[in-house]
Nanobody, 129 residues
Framework: VKLVETGGGRVQAGDSVRLSCAAS??????????MAWFRQIPGRQREFVAA????????FYANPVKGRFTITRGSGRNTVTLQMNSLKSEDTAVYFCAARGRQILNSLLHDVREAYDFWGQGTQVTVSY
């Protein structure tokens, strides 16, 4: 399974950025029960940002990004986007896309790294003053 992230870059505080992620496998039969975004700052653990449950469209957000970030289904199968508005310097991080396979995700585990089976390589977002 391959997850490809696009978007990111260097922006100024207050700007917006959109990240996209597409998950696929060689058989083109991949089914994902949930997709999410995590982020990581050097020297710190990877932290949850947002998640989208495929079966019911339920969304979850980390407190620091509520009201500023929006996770949505992408236009393609097994794709997800993260719209990030009103960016702050503390949003600077490498953002990772994650996907869970066919097995349905207990929504209580939406922010647990180990609940996700597949990960992208990450894309850097740098927010400067």
């Amino acid at each position: 399974v391959k997850l490809v992230e696009t978007g990111g870059g260097r922006v100024q505080a207050g700007d917006s950025v959109r990240l996209s992620c597409a998950a696929s496998d060689d058989t083109f039969s991949l089914v994902t029960s949930a997709m999410a975004w995590f982020r990581q700052i050097p020297g710190r653990q990877r932290e949850f940002v947002a998640a989208l449950i495929s079966s019911n469209g339920e969304r979850f957000y980390a407190n620091p990004v509520k009201g500023r970030f929006t996770i949505t289904r992408g236009s393609g199968r097994n794709t997800v986007t993260l719209q990030m508005n009103s960016l702050k310097s503390e949003d600077t991080a490498v953002y990772f896309c994650a996907a869970r396979g066919r097995q349905i995700l207990n929504s209580l585990l939406h922010d647990v790294r180990e609940a996700y089976d597949f990960w992208g390589q990450g894309t850097q977002v740098t927010v400067s003053y």
